[in-house]
């Protein structure tokens, strides 16, 4: 017992374990200064482009969610604007991808690589320790497309992911009164899903996700230049013509324009 008294300290601890507690103290503190050093970084990764937001700077990036791949050496070779830029022009030894599909994750590999690259880029020469994450999701995704997304993110570089829903982002961003006791309606409609929700009190009274979205438009036009004029355009060029000349609304004077296919 003698022995034992002369290897504790006055508060009853063991030099090694107040030595450990100090360490994981001094490591808390750290890491709870890590949002200075590493400024947190919010994702809206979208089936059609992702936006990349960093506390501070504001958005840094609006790219889409594309990504060229060697076939052989399965090596990634571009990303964002570069890569849409093969789609539908790449030869038989690159690939180009889109990682998500419908709002969630298609391709583990393909998405972490772009995560990745998303994150580094923002990041760019600033900080040194790993950033949190904050990712947009759909509501209507299952706990198996949750987890895909946060084990993409840590995989890539992320510190900690946290989830959040899309229309409770929308609704921020467009400035709804969410947290007032009355109903506030949005529809976001993204490339592969539609999020339709009330929200109240700062949380989600009733919701619902539509896989049905802006790629869908895509496939009709291109299947209606096909069908009515005999015309094969691409990915691209029909969503071009989408942006241009489409709208939900009845116009008072039809637009025009001249298509190549």
Known sequence: VGSEMCIRDRYGNMPQQRGRAMAWEFLSKLQRGFGSITPDIAMDLGTANTLVYVRGRGIVINEPSVVALDRVKREVLAVGYAAKEMLGKTPDSIQAIRPMKDGVIADFRIAEEMIKYFIRAARGRRGVFRPRVAICVPTGIT????????????????????????????AIGVGLPIHEPKGSMIVDIGGGTTEVAVLALEGIVTSTSIRVAGDELDEAIDLYLKKAYNLLVGEQTAEIIKKTICSAYPLEREETMMVKG
């Open 143 to 170: 706990d198996v497309e949750r987890r895909a997304v946060r084990d993409s993110a840590l995989a890539a570089g992320a510190r900690e992911v946290i989830l959040v829903e899309e229309p409770i982002a929308a």
